[in-house]
C-alpha cells in the first residue's frame, strides 16, 4: 500500500482490528503494510497521538522569525521580544548617563599640576 493511501481512519482500523488471539503477521500482509508498523500505530494510539503519525522525520517547524497560524507569536517569540526591549530600554539608559557624564566632566575645571591644589571655591570669611 502506498504511503499516501494509509489514512488516520484506515490506520484506526487496522489498530482496532488487533484484538488477542489475531495473527498479526496475517494482518499485516492482508492490510499491506509491515507487522511493526501495525505496532508503531498501536503504540502512538496508547501513547495518546490521534493522528498516529509515522516516526521519523519530525514536522517542518515554522521559520524563525515567524507566528503561528493563528498570528500570534510562540512563547520563544513573546520572550525574544522581550528581551529586545529590555536592552533598548537599557540603552536608552546608557546614553542618559553617557551624556551626563560628559556635562559633569565639563564642569571640572583643570587642576595646574602634579599636587596642585583641587580648584574648588575657598571658604574665606
Given amino acids: ?70 498570528g500570534k507569536p510562540t512563547g520563544a517569540q513573546r520572550r525574544v521580544a522581550e528581551l529586545e526591549r529590555k536592552i533598548g530600554q537599557q540603552q536608552l539608559e546608557l546614553d542618559f548617563f553617557r551624556q551626563a557624564l560628559r556635562q559633569v566632566e565639563g564642569l571640572r575645571q583643570p587642576s595646574e599640576g602634579r599636587g596642585a591644589t583641587a580648584s574648588t571655591l575657598t571658604s574665606k570669611r
Fill in 1 to 70: 500500500m502506498k504511503r499516501n493511501e494509509l489514512t488516520v481512519e484506515f490506520k484506526r482500523m487496522a489498530v482496532a482490528r488487533m484484538l488477542p488471539g489475531v495473527k498479526i503477521s496475517a494482518l499485516a500482509r492482508e492490510l499491506g503494510v509491515c507487522r511493526q508498523r501495525l505496532y508503531e500505530w498501536r503504540d502512538a494510539m496508547r501513547a495518546g497521538d490521534e493522528l498516529l503519525r509515522r516516526p521519523g522525520r519530525p514536522r517542518r517547524l515554522p521559520a524563525a522569525g515567524a507566528a503561528t497560524p493563528a
